[in-house]
């Protein structure tokens, strides 16, 4: 007797596993597609310059972290720096995320991802291309919509290269197409560039990636 309620437990066991397991990979199956429904809407969005749209994606007390800028507190605060982004004349041409990973916690969604993209800046003759990683933490809503609740990208392009090799780095941003050109270290002493020597670039708000 005892030994069917073992086998019957085990059973019971297995199914309820069994169904975890399912239901996970559905709830990811559908948190991808909508993952990347919003960046692909995301996408189109920076190539027609509508990024009051793209506002819309973010949670009211969102957190960016963007590339070679201070951290960003809030909605308000993310507007703020994308229309000074947009009154610099910088312009996004191409732009190409890819998720990696996704990991999901409670409400929380973690996106881990790559990204390709090409820009012109004001007075530039070519655009810069320019590839990357991003992270964006996506927070389920009541109504099931994501919002995106933190974000953070950087280049895989090292600027401190470009100013060791006097070759210039071309980082988004830049004033000229061509990238920004470092001084040549010395045999003798080795200067640290000034302040207005070291590369300010502005990079737009993104989901990453």
């Not at 390709?116 to 109504?143: C, F, H, N, R």
């Amino acid at each position: 007797m005892k030994r069917i309620i073992y086998i019957r437990t085990g059973v019971l066991i297995v199914a309820l596993m069994t169904t975890m397991t399912m239901y996970s990979q559905q709830t990811s199956s559908a948190d991808q597609a909508k993952i990347d429904q919003l960046n692909k809407e995301m996408a189109q969005n920076m190539l027609q310059g509508n990024y009051e749209k793209n506002l819309d994606l973010y949670a009211t007390d969102a957190i960016s972290l963007p590339a070679y800028e201070p951290m960003l507190e809030g909605k308000d605060a993310i507007k703020r720096n994308t229309e000074n982004m947009v009154g610099s004349g910088m312009k996004i041409t191409s732009f190409e995320p890819k998720t990696s990973k996704l990991i999901t916690e409670g409400n929380l969604i973690t996106e881990i991802g790559t990204y390709k993209m090409s820009v012109t800046a004001s007075g530039s003759v070519q655009p810069m291309e320019d590839q990357g990683k991003y992270l964006t933490i996506w927070e389920k809503q009541p109504d099931g919509s994501l919002k995106i609740k933190v974000e953070m990208w950087n280049s895989d392009s090292n600027p401190m290269q470009g100013m060791q090799s006097g070759q210039g780095s071309s980082q988004p941003g830049q004033s000229s197409g061509q990238g920004q050109s470092w001084p040549e270290k010395s045999d003798r002493t080795q200067t640290q560039p000034s302040q207005t020597d070291k590369p300010t670039p502005q990079t737009p708000a993104m989901p990453q990636p």
